[in-house]
């Protein structure tokens, strides 16, 4: 129709704010053919003005060219290339926004899929340190949800240096704890063992029930993991028995009679 065509027109607008409104109005009256029709010559260029963007403009964006399909490698290539520095941006959904194509983009090419995980894992660890100090949990429990779920499906080496950043602080909510402790048990390596089965031990002794037995859980879960790993593992969790706290040994004893 007219309007769409005039919509669609307003998309190559010198004003950025033009633009946006444009792919929200095409994705409001499109709503049942899945929204703004795309293909590449609009996404290249939208990516190529992506700077010129506002945060909102630049989520709507990377919004659009999260439904893109590439048409061979060396576009999707180009297209990541050209999303590399949003990588750095201080605004969280510009981040995750451009995450999601990467991984989005790479999950049948395993070779590059690899490749992401390298790029994504700085940006990410950051994300969750800035969420943190500035006391904005809901930003860190969705960074640390996406590293739980790349780690869950076998890239935890990825985040393994990084241990140390999945550590428990005080004034920290108990969902953010219990999910630093789930990725804890899988980012341990023969590497860090030392440090981590150190740091979950002082969490045994934490007055919350819940975090000290899911502290137990953690180590019980890197001794199936890394079974040649768990002659000191088993050692901790013995020393447990002596601390006379019947939600500890309660909760040792799951362990050591669990299938």
């Known amino acids: 129709c007219v ?17 946006t409104n444009a792919i929200q109005a095409l994705n409001e ?9 795309i293909n590449s010559k609009m996404i290249i260029y939208l990516l190529n003005r992506i700077k010129e963007f506002n945060e909102w403009g630049q989520s709507t964006i990377l919004e659009i060219t999260a439904r893109y399909k590439p048409k061979n490698e060396d576009e999707l290539l180009d297209i990541m290339n050209l999303l590399e520095d949003r990588l750095k941006h201080s605004c969280t959904a510009i981040v995750l926004g451009t995450i999601k194509i990467f991984l989005n983009f790479t999950l049948e090419l395993p070779h590059i899929h690899k490749q992401v995980y390298q790029r994504i ?21 969705i960074i640390l949800s996406r590293i739980h779920l790349i780690s869950l499906k076998g890239n935890s080496s990825f985040f393994e240096k990084d241990f140390k950043f999945f550590y428990l602080k005080a004034d920290e909510p108990s969902y953010i704890k219990n999910l630093k402790l789930e990725i804890l048990s899988l980012v341990a390596s023969e590497d ?9 031990g002082e969490y045994v002794n934490e007055p919350d029930v819940d975090i000290a037995k899911n502290a137990i859980k ?32 309660n909760q040792t004893c799951l362990l050591y009679t669990s299938p």
């Open 121 to 141: 894992e700085t940006p990410m660890i950051t994300l969750m340190s800035s969420g943190n100090s500035q006391g904005s949990f809901e930003i860190s429990y």
């Open 192 to 200: 860090n063992l030392g440090d981590i089965l150190n740091e979950l």
């Open 29 to 37: 009256i499109l709503q049942n053919e899945g929204g703004i029709a």
């Open 218 to 249: 953690a180590l019980g879960g890197i001794a199936i993991r890394l079974p040649k790993l768990a002659k000191p593992i088993v050692k901790s969790l013995t020393t447990f028995m002596s601390l006379k706290q019947e939600h500890i040994i």
């Open 3 to 19: 309007q769409e065509t005039a919509l669609y027109t307003l998309i190559k607008d010198p004003d950025q704010l033009v633009v």
